[in-house]
Every structure is written in structure tokens, then in C-alpha cells.
């Protein structure tokens, strides 16, 4: 089951008076991975948590699945919109992984078997599952944080927002989210991710909204986005590193994977020293 | 930002230096609890307080804050031990049963005018004293700068918990949390959202030990300040003589009614 | 007060100093209650207020200065972190709706997992940083916090938090000590108006011909045992959900067996 | 200088060893790197070298920790506090809170050791200078951005003059620009004279700021060596440690017979840029674009 998404002129102001987000119109379709960047306070943040009623639009309405949010508690958008929190440490409580894990599952009104069942396919696709009799403050910062991402994949929402999911892993965890978000996708659920890992992004997603001063500056393809240099300038954003020495040694091609730039090197033209600054 | 209430206003009463201004609170305290008669109070609310209040430009702070605070006690004082006081026998006015008794109203009175005393120079103290300069005197004055530490640092770390509860809060909401109808069975409800806080605090402690012990903090070495508290000959002789006045408000009425 | 002195006669000025101050205080409880001012029945011109305010700060602050020596840097840095805890617990049981205000289970659990020494001045300086902050009502009460801490401190001494029926208990107990404590100071000091609410129910007490001391730790004992017997039940939850890694990193806790935990692991040998 | 000789540890009640039979040698005025999957022991490394394991955590420590010619385990914590700075991962946690200015921030470590009064004044202003926060001194420590609050934790400890600085993962918690920041300092405290010892994951920037890299893998140092070589490894997928997509491109292209099979792999983009340029151009890499 999945559903799409649809933000119309949304507005929000802080209560503090900065206004975060001045007025973005963006729809996502089922099955769609959406990959969110910016500078920090570009609007992000704020943006994504409209999707499960956290936050309010000031004006402007946030469809999910083509309901107003409006409407709908936080409770109820859940069984919607997973979303995982960039800091693991404000929700794990339980005494082991896979009570926490559970929890998600139970209030969505899973049977205490169906749940045990969720949690131990979630654990194992962010492969903890032999952890999970273990206290989750046993294990190390980037475990924990794969421990909140399975506690939402136990949900099975059709939308799952994840809040800057590479920050703080090592490379193996980088791996495991990169799976998860490829998983998550090729079940036709909708991955909409925050992130400063241009290279995670190239890699995994297939559209990129560019935000800065709380507006959507590109939007579109991954490959033409990051093609925007003039953009992602502005925006304060990196293009990912095998794009930039693609531009950089003059070739035409617009490689995103280690595989895609060395197929690209065969074909390229061999004239020496055509480098293009 | 810390969550004191201090007023920058940078008047002559916020360059006291803040030991001063605590020796004046406390021998106020100790004068207006010694003389309990109601008018000793009031004399002190304004020939004294308000002055300062006026003089450090805070007035407005002080009305809004000490009113928010004496408002609600005062008014139940004067209705509850008008009404009963155990002592009450002479009626002043009766309707049915309730009965206002003269000596409840002149209880409420005395007690309520020292309260209103206790709170208004409190208040007056923490708008014009920022606590950093507080706690940095009163470590100069001899105070273990350990609760210099610990004052300073919770002040500056409550609001930080704020955000942590309600992101807790945010957090669990969004894994389907919604608290249930029967009161027994919310407080299933409070492990996820207690939880979370508790156990945040015990990493939180781990690595604050570490970088206060990577800092000298357990050093037993004789230590300095950065920042000298501004003082005088003055209010060195001030503080002596506050409290001689405070003991005095004690000892005279007692040599008074042995005589 | 400076850290210069060596270490034993440190150790010996602390415990006079907690000495001094526990004196102060039971002694003023006991004058106030037992000895009964006599001129408290007419207006109010006692100088009851004067000794239970002098009385309780003084020993407040003398058993602060004295415990505080006693802390090693590690449990210094948890202090503002529970104090902090305590000040926040308020905002998540509001969701819950709960008739209580849970405003010292990071004392609570300081006590229980550090000792009564480091639960004292965090209850002590919770209540300054409140008068700091918010409202200076609650500083005279500051030797309550005392009271929670030595008992919460005694408690896991003897045992209560390794079963899951011990601690509502003790709270139960904390919170009548608790009560019966502050009755004198809500008395002298605030005629029995420390709040809205309380104010009301001692008028009710005082109708029903309480004396007002009387009536002050009436009222008390109606809020104040429920309070702590949550608290207590709270922090026993809380503690059993500890994983052994936090623990064993308090000596009073392990010393003491507060909380069953597995034997300690044997060390491993290196291998060859 | 730093030597560690056949160190092992397990923290207490754990019943296994998190390090086994470490040897590591670090020279005096360096910039070193430790890199390794998380888990792999590298905030138990930085507690060993800094002295609070096992001064304060405990646990079973053997072999010998020997800094500046004294072993740390024969000496009191604050000896080994004065030799060795430790900046820890999350800046919040560092910045003690006992002051309500960057400036206080930065004395409050040389008051507790009883520093002059002009002392350090002088040092707060010398720190602030070198690491560019000078316009932050007088601001709360508690409204600056991730990045520039963990320049006011590295400033905290520098103004502490110790010989060495261990920084376990300083920017772990960190959005790029942040990350730029803190590397950025790196280079502008080789010319004081400080050991560094950094425990990080990015290799772009290690590449670009360390002098040699070790690797910490099952349970001690896998490998050491210059961060061209370490980062170009083979086993940096064995031993959880990421390599850049320069590195990653390269060694398919070598796998597909494309480059000579010795061709050194580039790390950075400069050389990335001359390595696949070469393939564009037909001319082998001279030796010296390994670095």
C-alpha cells in the first residue's frame, strides 16, 4: 500500500517569528526516493515535519495520501509517515532492542505476536538482529541509531522520512542505511531523507530537492540537479565527489556510482590535457 | 540563555557587589521576622525596596514577577484565616455559618506583610544580580566553588532539557503514542516517556565527568578567577553593620520583655 | 571552606558540619512542635517564623557545606544534570494529567545510585535554583530535600530498590516525613498559604478545629505521600531498566547491591 | 612522544577484552589519525591515552601507556591530565556550563589550576586568535552552532598548553561546514608544537590534515601508515573503514584491467584527478602522487 504526498504553498512561521518556510509547493508520488539538502536552517527540517503532523502549517495545506494533515493527530499521521528522529538517544527507553522496536508495531494496535514478528524482520534488515535481547546503551552510538531506524521499518508505513541518517556511521552503517533506503523503495513505499552525504545521495536516490532561505531552489532528477553548479552554489552545497571530477577532467558524462564514472573514463576522449577548471 | 530572571539594566544597585546585596536580604529577613508587627515590614517594602527597585529600574519586573507570585497567597490568607483562625473569637462580620473573626484578619495581615517583604527583596535580589557574579563573589567570599559549578552549569542546561523533553515527547508521538483514557494505564505511558530522559542522563554524565576532570576540575590547587567583582571600603563596612542592625531587631525586644 | 586542608581533618570538619546542621534543624522541629510557642494563638507576632526560618536554613546550609566535600568530581557533574531532570520531569507528566508534580526523582535517583551525601545537595540546590529561577517560596523548604535524600539514601542502603513492591513504600514513608518537616515552615512563615490549593484545604482543617500547625501537616500529608510514592515507584522502574554499564559505575550502588544485578562478570585473561 | 607497548583492556564486568596486545608509537609534534568501524575501540584508545581509563572508568589495563617519558598508570589523574587534552565527541558535553561567556568558558580549566589572573587573560586571547573565535568570546556558549561550539571545547583544552590533544571524533555530530571548521584548526596548530591524536571516519580530511593514519581492527592496531597508503588499502572494507569515491572508482577501474594493476590509487581529488586524467592522457602516475 503506498500513497503520495503534496505540499500546497505551505508557509510556516516559528512562534519565535522566523518564518522557515515561505511558501513550497512539491509533490512526491508513491515509491519515490526523495533526497532533501541544504545548508543548515534552509527549512529542511521544518518542511519534512509537516509530514507527520509535528508541525502545523501557519498557511498552506500538507496532503498525505491525499488527506489534509490538518486534521489528524501526530498518533494518527504515524501509521502513515514513519519517521526516524536524527538523535536516537530521545527515544530508545526499553530495557532490550526488541521490546523498543515493538513499541512502534503495538500502538499502531499490532498483536503482541505480529509485533515480536515486525521487530525481528526490522532488526534483521539493519542486520542487529542477533542484539536483540541486548540494552540498547550496550551497544555503540551508530548501533543505536540503526535500532531507531528499525523501531519505524517495524511500522511498515507506506512514507518513511529519515532525519539525516548517515550522520555519526561508519562506513558498514552507511552501507546498511543505504540498503535500507533501497529496500524501502523497491517495496513501492515513498523515502523522503535529509542529508549532507552528497555521495549517499547520488548513489541512492533518484530525485533531489535543493532548499535554502526556506524555498525550493531545484528540484528534478539527481544527475541534472547536481548539474547545477551555479545552484548548488548559492545553496552552499557540494556537488558529489565523482560529479566534480567528471566536470573537472571535461568530460560530457554526469556519473553517479563508482561504476558509472570508470564506464565513463572508457568512453571519454583520450585528447591529453583538455582539463576544464 | 539561562534561566534566570536577571534584568541587564546596569543601574548603581546591579554594580553592588553581590555579597552585599545577599547580606542586605538576609538581615531584612531576619529584622522583619524578628519585629513581626505588620508595619515593620511595610516601613521595610518602602522605604527600602521600592527605593531600590525605582534607583535599579527594575520596578516594572519586580510588580509583574512578585505580583504573579503574592497575588495568589495573600488573597487566600486573608480568606482563610479571616475565616478560621484558630484564635478568632471577636466577630467582625457573619453571614450564616462563615464568620470573619478581627484577630484571623490582623493574623493575615502580619504574616502576609512578611511574606510580601520575603518576596520582593528575593525578587529584587535575582533581577539585579546575574547569577555568574553571584556565584563568582560568593566563591571569592569562601562559598566551595563546587555549587558555583553546579548552579551556574543547571541554569545554563535547563533549557537545553527543555527542548530534549519535548523532542522525547515528539518522538514517541510519532511512533503511534497517544495517551490512553484510564488513569492506570497511562502510567504504562511514563517509561516512554521517562525513559529516554533518564537514560540520556547517565551519558550525558559520563562524558561531562570526563571533560570536568580533563579540566582541573578535582585539582587541588588554590584557584583564580578571571573576572575581579567590583567592591568598596563602603560595603565592606555595610556588611558589617547590616547584620549588627538584624541582631539588634533580635536582641532588643527580647532585653525588653525580661525587663 | 577552601580545598587547601588535608584530607583527614577535611573529612572530620565535613562530618561536623552535617553533625551541626542536623542538630539545628531536629532541634528547631523540636522547640516549634513540642514547646508549642505560647503566644501563636493571637495575632501572629511570634517569633515562631523567625526560629523556623533561621533554624532550617542555617542547618540547610550547614549540612550542604559539609556533604558537598564529600564528592568526588564524577558525582559533582551528575548534579546539574538531575537537578535539570527534575525541573524538566514536570513538562512530560503534565501529558499525563497526573495529580502529582514528580519534582524530584533526579534527587531521588541521585541518592539512591550516588548516597545521601550527593542526594542532599542536589535536593538543596534543585530548591535554590528554583528560587533562582521561578519562585522563592520554595527556599526555606530546602531542609525537605534533605529528608527525601537521607531517606531515599537509606533505602537503597538497605535493600528496598531490589524488589518491585519495596520502593511505593519507602515513598510512602518519605512522603509523611516530607510533610511533617515542612508543616513548621509553611506554618510560622507562610500561615499555611504556600499555594492556591494548599492554602484552601488548611482553612478547611483549621474550620474543623485544627490548631494551624496542626492543619499545615494535614494538608501536607494529603499531597506530599502520594507525591513520593509515585516518585519512589518511578525511580525503582527506572532503575530496573538500567543497563549493568551505567551501574557498576557508582560505587555507592555497587557497594550496596542497590539494584540486583547479574555477578559481575569474572576478568578475562589475554589471550596468548 | 607517545608509546603504548602491549597494552590490553576490558572495561569492568564486560568479560571481554575491548583491545588486546596494542603497540603504538606516536611522534612529538604530529598530527596522527586512528581510524576502524565503530565499535572497534577507538573512544576506549583515546580514554587510554588521555588517562581516564583506568583512572576513572576502571577495569583491567595492562601493558605500558608511556607519555612524554612518564607511564600514565603510575601517575595521578590530574598529572595525566596536565600531560594530555582530551576533546570529547558531543561539544555539549565538554562546555562545563560554570561560565556564561565563551571567555569564561576558556578560563574556567586555568582557574581550577589556580593560572594567574593576566596569565590568562593573555592565553584566552592567544587561543581565541588562533582558532578564529575571538568575535564568539563574549556570547553564550549555549547559542553557537554545532560547529563553533566544538571550537570553544578544542579552545577550552588548548589554553591548557598540554603536550598532547586526543579529539575522539570531534566531528562525528557535525554538518560539513562544521567539519570544514574543526579541520580546518588542525592545520593551524601543527606550528604549535601539540601531539594530535584525532579518532574520525572521514578520509577526504584525514587525507588532507594527518601525517600517518593506524588502523584499529579486531581488537588492535590492524595497520599504520601514511593516510595515501591506509586509505587506498585494499582491506578498508574489511576493517570498516571508508574509503572516498576517487579511491572506490579507481580500484574498479584497476580491477577492470583499465590502469597498470601497481598504479597506486588515488584518495584525494588532486589525485583522482591526475590518475583518471592519466587515463585520458595515456601516461603513467609518477611516484610522488602516491603521498
Known sequence: MSIAIEFIDLHFRYPGGVEAVRGVSLTVSAGERVAIVGENGAGKTTLVRHLNGILRPTSGTVLVGGASTRDRSIAQLAAQVGYVFQNPDEQLFASTIGADVEFGPRNLGCTPSEAAARAASALATVQLQDQAGLHPHHLSPSERKRVALAGVLAMQTPVVVLDEPTTGQDARGVEIVAGVVDSIAAQGRTVVAITHDMDFCAEHFDRVVVMADGLVQADGDTRAVFDQVGTLERAAVEPPQLLRLAAHLGWHARPLTPAEFVDASTREPRDPGTRVD | ?259 | MSDQAPLDTRRSRTRLLVAAGAVIVVATYAYLVVAQPAGMADSGTTRAGLIAMAGYVIGAVLIAAGSIHQLPTTTIAMIPVAIAVNIVVGQLVAVLGLPVYLDSIGTVLVSVLAGPAAGVVTGILANVIWGLTLNPIPLPFAVVQVVIAVLAGTAARIGVFRRVYLPPVAGLVTGVAAAVVSAPISAFVFGGATGGGTGAIVGAFQAMGQSLLASTTLQGLLSDPLDKLITFTVVGILLAALPSRFLQRFPFAREHRVVTTAPLAPPPSPSE | MIQLADVSYAYPDSGRFVLEHVDLRIEPGTITGVVGASGAGKTTLAKILSGFIPHVDGGQLSGSVVIGGRDLSGLPLAACVSQVGLVIQNPFNQISGARYTVRGELAFGMENLGTPRDEMANRVAEVAGLLRITDLLDRSPYELSGGQQQLVAIASMLVLRTPVLVMDEPTSQLDPAGTRMVFGVLSRLRGTGTTIVVFEHKPELLHAHADRLHVLAGRRIAASGSPGEILSDPRTDQWGVSATRYTRAARLAREQGLVPAEAPLPVSFEQAAAFFGWSARTRPPSPEDAR
Open chain 2, 1 to 259: 540563555m539561562t534561566q534566570a530572571q536577571f534584568v541587564g539594566t546596569g543601574s548603581p544597585v546591579h554594580r553592588l557587589n553581590p555579597v552585599t546585596k545577599l547580606v542586605a536580604l538576609l538581615s531584612i529577613l531576619v529584622i522583619v521576622f524578628a519585629l513581626p508587627q505588620w508595619w515593620v515590614s511595610a516601613i521595610v517594602v518602602v522605604g527600602v525596596l521600592l527605593p531600590a527597585a525605582v534607583i535599579a529600574r527594575c520596578g516594572g519586573p519586580l510588580i509583574a514577577v512578585g505580583g504573579r507570585i503574592l497575588l495568589p497567597i495573600v488573597v487566600v490568607l486573608v480568606l482563610v484565616q479571616g475565616l478560621t483562625f484558630p484564635g478568632g473569637r471577636t466577630m467582625v462580620w457573619q453571614w450564616g455559618v462563615l464568620s470573619v473573626t478581627s484577630e484571623g484578619l490582623l493574623f493575615a495581615l502580619n504574616v502576609g506583610a512578611r511574606i510580601v517583604c520575603l518576596v520582593l527583596a528575593s525578587v529584587l535580589l535575582v533581577l539585579t544580580t546575574h547569577p555568574g557574579d553571584l556565584m563568582s563573589a560568593l566563591t571569592e567570599a569562601g562559598m566551595s566553588p563546587k555549587f558555583s559549578y553546579i548552579i551556574s552549569s543547571t541554569l545554563q542546561l535547563i533549557p537545553a532539557f527543555r527542548s530534549r523533553a519535548d523532542a522525547i515527547l515528539l518522538a514517541q508521538q510519532a511512533r503511534g503514542l497517544a495517551v490512553p483514557r484510564n488513569p492506570l494505564r497511562r502510567i504504562g505511558v511514563m517509561m516512554p516517556l521517562l525513559g529516554p530522559l533518564v537514560l540520556g542522563m547517565f551519558t550525558d554524565v559520563e562524558e561531562r565527568g570526563t571533560a570536568m576532570e580533563a579540566r582541573g576540575f578535582g585539582s587541588t590547587a588554590r584557584r583564580t578567577a578571571l573576572e575581579a567583582i567590583p567592591d568598596s571600603t563602603a560595603q565592606r563596612v555595610a556588611r558589617w553593620v547590616m547584620p549588627l542592625v538584624a541582631v539588634a531587631a533580635v536582641v532588643v525586644p527580647l532585653v525588653w520583655e525580661v525587663l
